[in-house]
């Protein structure tokens, strides 16, 4: 692929470096930086091992979105990030910026939607490969075939464990749960997520979710079947959760409606505004050493003058 488009869920490994580093990493005028040194050792370390050819960051925007709208409940019970996350935002939008790789948020969707819209506008160039960045399995939802992987960077916790970091093709996605990729939002619809509190249907679990996804094949074939031939469903699970699908069928579908990555958000990808080499490098060195981040440098990725200069001796 001569095109190998990185796309970043910002908060989601902000939320992660956060986490990860501790709180007592400061800029030299006292600055928390945790967070911004993590994120910004990630992005690093992704460039490192992935290679990108080009690079975007989606964002949050903190606003309701169209599900809060849908379900008054979505991630109503989510506690609020911790003001020395908040505190940390705009200085990793900062470090982003001066890479100047393009960064979005739109109102009324969250990253991953917008990740979603970008992975599929990228892949219509057949000489394209996508991979998303991020810590949230919702985007595996997104996997197609060696044209969209994701990649979950290593989690190291404050006590020092650590597991690495885990690249998802669809071999790999269905060797874990099972089922294929696109399959996942309907296993979700049933069985709920009770991190952003989406209902599913109630008394259905995992296991239950899974036989019956991995049977029919997904959710509007399940309930074909139940209305057609509700006897294969009992034979499968039992009159009790066969039971439980016909009374928790409005919430299945208004589970997978929250559930499901939007496609069709309104952004636009520019190849030539992601280009990774397109930045100025004394603006980042700057940056980073007034942050104290000088491990990092050795780290940035080659600019236009370095990609130049490769190329009249190769």
């Known amino acids: 692929m001569s095109k190998r ?102 109102e009324g969707y969250e990253a991953d939607d917008v990740v979603g819209t970008l992975s599929r506008q990228a892949i219509k160039d057949i000489e394209s490969e996508v991979i998303i960045v991020t810590g949230d399995r919702d985007a595996l939802q997104l996997v197609r075939e060696e044209k969209v992987r994701v990649w979950m960077p290593a989690a190291p916790s404050r006590q020092g464990q650590s597991r690495g970091p885990m690249l998802y093709d669809r071999e790999a996605v269905v060797a874990k749960y099972g089922m294929r990729p696109e399959q996942l939002v309907d296993l979700k619809a049933l069985m709920g997520d009770s991190s952003d509190d989406i209902p599913g249907i109630k008394g259905i679990g995992e296991k239950t979710a899974s036989k019956l996804i991995i049977e029919f094949g997904g959710l509007d074939e399940l309930y074909q079947v139940l209305k057609k031939d509700r006897n294969r469903v009992v034979e499968l699970v039992g009159e009790r959760f066969t039971r439980m699908l016909e009374e928790g069928e409005k919430d299945a579908y208004m589970s997978r409606k929250l559930g499901k990555i939007v496609l069709e958000v309104p952004v636009k990808l520019s190849w030539e505004k992601c280009k990774l080499s397109n930045y100025d490098r004394k603006r980042v060195v700057e940056l980073f050493e007034k942050l104290a981040f000088r491990s990092l440098i050795d780290k940035l990725p080659n600019d236009e003058w370095d990609e130049n200069l490769e190329g009249l001796f190769s």
Do not use: C
């Not at 990630?42 to 925007?61: F, G, Q, R, Y």
């Not at 109503?76 to 890479?99: H, N, W």
């Open 5 to 106: 488009l990185v796309l970043v869920d910002g908060m989601a490994i902000l939320h992660r470096a956060y986490h990860a580093y501790p709180l007592s990493l400061t800029a030299p005028d006292g600055e928390l930086t945790n967070a911004v040194y993590g994120f910004t050792t990630i992005l690093m370390t992704v460039i490192e091992k992935l290679k990108p050819s080009h690079v975007v960051v989606a964002w949050d925007v903190g606003k309701p979105t169209f599900r809060h709208k849908e379900y008054k409940g979505y991630k109503a019970r989510r506690e609020k990030p911790d003001d020395e996350l908040i505190g940390q935002i705009g200085r990793t939008q900062e470090v982003v910026e001066v890479l100047n790789i393009p960064q979005f948020g739109v």
